[in-house]
């Protein structure tokens, strides 16, 4: 299934939107997102935006002992 708006065929950029990107016309409920597919979507986000939380704490980690590391060499 494709999804286009009805009124200028163009595809829908988001779904999530309840207006036309670029006619500004509201998109048909069952071209939209359902209630399902949304909370999908959601849950997807928030895994990926946790897994972009947790790469970002062990690359700072990773820093932060590369620096100490590189102190204890200058100091000795
Ligand atoms: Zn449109």
Same mark, same amino acid.
């Given at each position: ?9 163009? &595809?829908?950029?988001? !779904?999530? $939107?309840?207006?036309? %990107? ?12 359902? &209630?399902?597919?949304? !909370?999908? $979507?959601?849950?997807? %986000? ?31």
């Amino acid at each position: 299934m494709k999804y286009t708006c009805p009124n200028c065929k163009k &595809p829908l950029a988001n !779904r999530a $939107r309840p207006k036309c %990107l670029y006619c500004d016309k509201p998109v048909p409920a069952e071209l939209l997102f359902s &209630p399902i597919e949304r !909370r999908t $979507r959601e849950q997807k %986000l928030s895994q990926e935006r946790q897994q972009y939380e947790l790469h970002d704490r062990q690359i700072s980690q990773l820093k932060e002992t590369t620096a100490k590391r590189w102190w204890q060499f200058w100091r000795s």
